[in-house]
């Protein structure tokens, strides 16, 4: 059974840092890596896809990468503002074109002005 | 462009009364459907899946069901809610590449 795991599950940070979310997956045969922000009482909002044979997805100041033998993921934010502040998701798509998607709890992030 | 559409937005329910929610997607067509349920303090957890019209998979048992009666429309329902249906809802779809797109959620409150 997939597991995933997100560190940290919560971050405060002052505005203009750069800062980087791990995740983590305990099945390596994955079809994609997805990072999803959800804001408080909102749904989940997509920011980037990693599929299987990728290395690293880039949207603005957004960097993911992926380390798929090794089970890892990390998502590096540039230059942090406040409206970056939200519960980032990570979530792995089961080995097929039709696999189910597997979440980790979050990173809570706040990001002080 | 693709869209999924989900409504109401928030309702509360007294125990025992029905549910019914519904979520359509525009734009596309087959796509995998989802049922999502977002407990306060916990992670997402995958309710059904369906990957065609009158195709669904339970992934937990549970007071509820789901339903596809049409390519683009996904149906969750409960005959008798309990207190424990209260949770934040979430449908999706996804096609045979690509990512997942998320509706903007139902939160149900049963009172």
């Known amino acids: 059974k997939q597991e995933v795991t997100q560190i940290p599950a919560a971050l405060s940070v002052p505005e203009g840092e750069n800062l980087v979310l791990n995740c983590s997956f305990t099945?390596?045969?994955?079809?994609?890596l997805q990072w999803f922000r959800q804001d408080p009482g909102k749904g989940l909002t997509s920011l980037l896809l990693?599929?299987?044979?990728?290395r690293e997805q880039t949207s603005g100041r957004l960097n993911a990468s992926l380390d798929k033998s090794s089970g890892r993921s990390t998502l590096y934010i540039a230059a942090s503002q406040p409206g970056d502040s939200a519960t980032y998701l990570c979530?792995?798509?089961?080995?097929?074109?039709?696999?189910?998607?597997?979440f980790g709890q979050g990173t809570i992030l706040t990001v002080h002005p | 462009s693709q869209t999924i559409h989900q409504w109401p937005a928030t309702l509360v329910q007294p125990v025992g009364s029905p549910l019914s929610l519904e979520c359509t997607v525009e734009?596309?067509?087959?796509?995998?459907l989802y049922w999502y349920r977002q407990a306060a303090g916990r992670g997402l957890q995958l309710l059904f899946y369906?990957?065609?019209?009158?195709?669904i998979s339970s992934e937990v048992p549970q007071n509820l069901s789901a339903s596809r009666p049409q390519d683009r429309q996904f149906i969750l329902s409960s005959k008798k809610l309990l207190l424990s249906d209260s949770g934040f809802y979430l449908c999706?779809?996804?096609?045979?590449?690509?990512?997942?797109?998320f509706g903007s959620g139902t939160r149900l409150t049963v009172v």
């Open positions: 999706a779809w996804s096609g045979a590449v690509g990512g997942y797109t």
């Open positions: 099945d390596s045969a994955i079809y994609n």
């Open positions: 990693i599929q299987s044979s990728q």
């Open positions: 979530a792995v798509k089961g080995g097929t074109s039709y696999g189910k998607l597997t």
């Open positions: 734009g596309t067509s087959n796509p995998n």
């Open positions: 369906s990957v065609g019209i009158g195709q």
